[in-house]
């Protein structure tokens, strides 16, 4: 029996979203108390620190962490759940006999946290037995007692219960009288407070905050039988509730409003479903290839599986072999220094001081400070993601900073930071970009995605098709997927627009690990086109 | 402390409720010891323990709820924890569609603990992993696995009467073995409650011959093929189509099981008439807990599909009160049950004179809700069949197909497994089938 829930959310996603939810119900008031005192919390890590150096340990990490989840979840005029979570407790991690061990309680007295932290050494112990390469941390200088905290304005999970009903009942209504025949909208507010504490001499109070705001509209054709439906066009997002703002600075216009740095929920809602409406009347796709202009909502997820991913160093190496799988970016391509990832024109970054994007921490779940640095540089792969006992696998001294763990209860790992492709160097716009595109489709938002266990093949779709023709959108289309290679895709990559389209994009719940952790991360891009593309017709009966 | 026994479990309960000044109250405890170890490059990765315990409070007024739970269980806790709930409920806005709570429940007898599991020790951990390894040192291919294995109970209790308890212990394994020249891929995996009956060794072994057995693959040319999917490639696409089975946005109109001018598709003939596919928590090969997680509903057993014909689908407590035709409420299982046939895999491969075997789907995502149409991955021992034979490893294919289709595409069955799917365990056949989609080729090992 799975020790946690999920909560499953019909009609938010492509066929219903099973959302992690961690932690025990509590009222909204009480996410919004302080939780334990900073001065509290040091005097148990050092137990903790205590406790394991005498027991063996040769390096120990505690970290205490309380983690805050509010959901409002609505469908038409119906609030249908407001679930709000806390889960309080510590996970312990140490190396004894060279080897990992961890243990987690939620019995935060000074006994119960040494006796988990006991535990984790006779974890470690009784797997040295059978352990063929002791760990081998990369060095970190303990900062001593520091704090970090997203930049927000306005905390979400503060904002009164009544005021975000209110303002999804409004988006609901705005959907509804734009003649959808269902509508599901919610949020998600996530509070992290973690408190890292290490035998380096590290005490770090950290404040994360993350906020998400999906919506999907559903049009169904009673006669016909046929139903389509379209996802809001927000991202999770590192922000407060000013995200909900839907500021008109931060509004693009074109064949739909698409958002920057901020949402507005309302507005959206009425366009998807004037659109989930036309979807019905529209044309169905004629296979073939395509150069297609992918918006970068949509792009996101593609760099998302197919450069973040594979530029994991745990994959690579086969840590991950028996779940999320390995990786064809293998450590002889990158030790070339000629591996074509992309065409010139394709440039990635790591970057987890990003403001606004998910992965952005001071430091991460290990005591590395957050960083920016290079993966794939004129097209040619240059470097991984990789944590403190990875880095010298890849004969690196430094960690990256990508270790984090989604619960107290979790055992800390390698995961994705912020992967971003660089926008163009010159001055092009999507206007631009569309009336160089003889035969083309233009694709918007997330739709269905899938890619194999080392991430060459790759399928995707989207929210929203129109087709190009000699440089001129035609019409809308439907029952699109693309279908390509990585290595393929990206050094199809033929024109990037420029900064002023660039924005951050985001999936809250990217899966990896056993036992199965989520983590949030944001991906930049701005609008790039690629040339001559398998698209697939997807549409199928059954009887 | 993780696992109370009925009594403990139930002592605790009787008292919460009893300081409700509400109109009606519910409280649910639950707790569990969860043990695992992960492994990677025949070398130990991370292992650990976690144990957790809590107490869940519903107080109701109305059609008004509030909840609030605490894991400290002495008297004041429980009175505070019940003050609270009440508190919240007062606060909160009427939930239209908030059904009455539940009385007296009949919950079925269920035998899913076994004293093997529960006493696991991070030792026997250890050495299973070891059994595993060795093996794959052995064979000099690299294993990557992972063992979990946990103890657990639930109780639950309403202030009209309600009362249920169930313990249960579980062991799922996984293991990928790869060969060291990277390509070959094999995988292999055990579900059980007792951890008796599991042998890390000999599930690893399978994957061992697979990984051996799948290198140098070659490409066959995209297209509609006649497949034996395993149990653990059925049930990937068979968990999903279950995932999506339900009564509300089936009368909707926005379900693959909605009928063309309104209504759902129960009554009809939708699948091949072998399918049957049922839930039953007493079942024997996969116990479950008898009550559904959200409102304690007692869980029977339930026909889904049978004869090929839809029987039933899952309806929420509030839209079967909202139905014309009084239809009953059935919750969501906590366990599925596919018949399966009497062959061995051996069998239905000899008995094919071309095709290709499917040891495990991945990376399953929905295409189109309409059609049900899925795209997703072979992974991990794709092998061409001539003549009942296998004759060589194939590269991986992609697939877009429905699963509707798949079950209507049926040419023989082979017998049920337990396999871990969607959260449950189940037990599911592998399936031979005709027309299976492969839309194009992965150079993926």
Same mark, same amino acid.
């Given at each position: ?13 492509? /066929? ?40 063996? #340990? ?61 535990? #984790?050494? $006779?974890?470690?112990?009784?797997? $040295?037995? +059978? ?50 025949? @269902?509508?599901?909208? #919610? ?71 698409? +958002? ?8 959206? $809602? ?48 086969? +840590? ?39 992965? #952005? ?22 470097? +991984? ?15 990256? /900073? ?62 929203? @098709? ?63 086109? @690629? ?13 | 402390?993780?696992?109370?026994s009925r009594s403990e479990a139930k002592q605790i309960l009787d008292k919460v409720l009893k300081y409700s000044k509400a109109e009606a109250a519910s409280a649910q405890l639950t707790g569990a010891e969860t043990g695992n170890i992960r492994y990677a490059r025949n070398s130990v990765s991370t292992s650990g323990i976690v144990n957790d315990i809590e107490l869940a409070v519903e107080a109701r007024f109305g059609k008004k709820s509030g909840i609030a739970t605490i894991n400290e269980f002495s008297d004041a806790s429980l009175e505070k924890v019940m003050r609270r709930a009440e508190e919240l409920a007062k606060l909160s806005p009427d939930n239209p569609e908030a059904m009455p709570l539940l009385g007296e429940q009949k919950y079925m007898s269920v035998d899913g603990f076994a004293k093997s599991t529960a006493d696991m ?15 794959? *040192?052995? *064979? ?8 979990? =294995? ?58 061992? =011959? *697979? ?31 279950? !995932? ?6 089936? =009368? ?20 091949? *008439? ?5 839930? =039953? ?22 026909? !889904? ?116 799917? !969607? ?23």
């Amino acid at each position: 029996m799975d020790r946690r829930k999920f909560l499953k959310l019909a009609g938010v996603g492509a /066929g219903g979203i099973m959302l992690p939810v961690y932690g025990v119900p509590v009222s909204a008031a009480q996410l919004a108390g302080n939780g334990m005192d900073v001065g509290q919390k040091k005097v148990l890590a050092d137990v903790v620190l205590n406790t394991a150096r005498k027991a063996g #340990a040769s390096y120990t990490d505690v970290r205490i962490g309380r983690y805050l989840n509010q959901y409002v979840l609505t469908r038409e005029k119906n609030v249908e759940n407001i679930v709000n979570t806390e889960s309080f407790g510590a996970g312990i991690r140490v190396i004894a006999n060279g080897t990992w061990g961890f243990a987690a309680t939620n019995d935060l007295t000074p006994d119960g946290i040494a006796r988990a932290a006991r535990q #984790a050494v $006779a974890v470690a112990r009784a797997n $040295a037995k +059978y352990q063929s390469e002791p760990v081998q941390l990369a060095p970190v200088k303990g900062v001593g007692e520091v704090s970090w905290q997203t930049p927000i304005q306005k905390n979400a999970i503060q904002v009164p219960i009544s005021e975000k009903v209110d303002y999804l009942m409004e988006v609901n209504n705005s959907a509804l009288n734009a003649g959808a025949s @269902f509508v599901n909208s #919610a949020l998600y507010l996530v509070n992290e407070q973690k408190y890292f504490a290490s035998s380096d001499g590290s005490y770090i109070d950290q404040d994360v905050h993350r906020l998400w705001a999906p919506m999907q509209v559903t049009a169904v054709d009673k006669k016909s039988g046929a139903f389509k439906t379209r996802d809001g066009l927000s991202t999770p997002v590192g922000l407060g509730y000013e995200y909900l703002d839907g500021r008109e600075e931060d509004k693009l216009h074109g064949q739909t409003t698409l +958002y920057k740095d901020s949402y507005d929920m309302v507005e959206d $809602a009425q366009l998807a479903a004037e659109q989930a409406k036309a979807k019905l009347s529209a044309k169905s796709i004629e296979p073939g290839k395509y150069d297609l202009v992918l918006e970068p909502l949509h792009l996101r997820l593609t760099i998302h599986e197919s450069v973040g991913h594979p530029l994991e160093l745990d994959r690579v190496l086969g +840590y991950e072999a028996n779940f999320a799988g390995t990786s064809f970016a293998t450590l002889d391509k990158w030790r070339s220094g000629k591996f074509k990832y992309g065409s010139d024109k394709v440039n990635f970054f790591a970057d987890r001081t990003q403001p606004g994007s998910l992965g #952005a921490v001071g430091y991460d779940d290990e005591g590395v400070k957050a960083k920016r640095w290079d993966l794939v540089k004129d097209g040619v792969l240059v470097n +991984y993601q990789a944590t403190r006992d990875q880095v010298h696998m890849i004969d690196q001294k430094e960690s990256h /900073g990508c270790s984090y763990a989604d619960s107290w209860s979790s055992v800390q790992f390698q995961r994705m930071p912020n992967v971003s492709l660089a926008p163009g160097k010159e001055k092009y716009s999507v206007k631009d970009m569309i009336r160089d595109v003889e035969k083309g489709i233009y694709i918007l938002g997330r739709g269905s995605y899938s890619i194999d266990q080392q991430r060459y093949n790759f399928q995707f779709g989207g929210q929203l @098709f129109y087709e190009i023709k000699n440089g001129e959108i035609v019409g809308q289309v439907e029952d699109v997927a693309y279908q390509s290679n990585t290595q393929e895709f990206w050094n199809s990559c033929s024109a990037i627009c420029d900064e002023s389209d660039y924005r951050l994009g985001g999936t809250f719940f990217d899966g990896k690990g056993q036992p199965s952790q989520v983590s949030a991360v944001s991906h930049g891009c701005a609008t790039t086109r @690629f040339d001559k593309i398998n698209v697939i017709n997807t549409k199928r009966k059954i009887s | 402390m993780a696992i109370l026994s009925r009594s403990e479990a139930k002592q605790i309960l009787d008292k919460v409720l009893k300081y409700s000044k509400a109109e009606a109250a519910s409280a649910q405890l639950t707790g569990a010891e969860t043990g695992n170890i992960r492994y990677a490059r025949n070398s130990v990765s991370t292992s650990g323990i976690v144990n957790d315990i809590e107490l869940a409070v519903e107080a109701r007024f109305g059609k008004k709820s509030g909840i609030a739970t605490i894991n400290e269980f002495s008297d004041a806790s429980l009175e505070k924890v019940m003050r609270r709930a009440e508190e919240l409920a007062k606060l909160s806005p009427d939930n239209p569609e908030a059904m009455p709570l539940l009385g007296e429940q009949k919950y079925m007898s269920v035998d899913g603990f076994a004293k093997s599991t529960a006493d696991m020790t991070p030792d026997q951990r250890a050495k299973a992993a070891a059994d595993s390894i060795i093996a794959a *040192k052995e *064979k000099k291919v690299v294993a990557a696995g992972y063992l979990e =294995d946990a103890r657990s109970f639930a109780a639950v209790a309403n202030t009209n009467g309600l009362f249920g308890y169930h313990a249960a212990t579980s062991a799922n394994f996984t293991v990928t073995m790869r060969t060291e020249n990277g390509l070959g891929s094999g995988w292999a995996q055990s579900d059980v409650s007792d951890f008796a009956a599991m042998s890390t060794g000999s599930v690893s072994g399978v994957a061992i =011959d *697979k990984a051996v057995m799948s290198q140098e693959a070659r490409a066959l040319e995209p297209g509609k093929y006649t497949v034996i999917l395993e149990p653990s490639a059925v049930s990937g696409l068979v968990g999903f189509m279950m !995932w999506n089975y339900d009564a509300r946005s089936a =009368d909707e109109g926005r379900s693959f099981m909605s009928k063309k001018g309104g209504g759902n598709r129960i009554g009809e003939k939708m699948f091949d *008439k072998r399918v049957h596919i049922y839930s =039953d928590p007493a079942d024997l090969n996969v116990p479950a807990m008898p009550w559904a997680e959200d409102d304690h509903m007692a869980l029977e057993r339930v026909d !889904w599909i049978r004869d090929g014909v839809v029987q039933n689908l899952p309806r929420s407590r509030y839209w079967a009160s909202q139905s014309e035709n009084k239809d009953k409420a059935i919750p969501q299982p906590n366990n599925l049950i596919m018949v399966g046939g009497d062959k061995s895999t051996e069998e239905l491969i000899k008995n094919t004179r071309r095709g290709v075997l499917v040891t495990r789907t991945w990376y399953i995502r929905m295409v189109d809700p309409q059609s049900l149409l899925l795209t997703g991955l072979t992974r991990d021992g794709t092998f061409y069949i001539e003549n009942g034979k296998i004759k060589y490893p194939i590269k991986n294919f992609r697939f877009n197909e429905s699963p509707v289709i798949m079950l209507n595409n049926i040419e023989d069955m082979g017998r049920a497994e337990r396999v871990g799917m !969607w959260g449950y365990s189940a037990m599911i056949p592998a399936l031979k089938v005709r027309d299976f989609t492969f839309s194009s080729l992965s150079d993926a090992v």
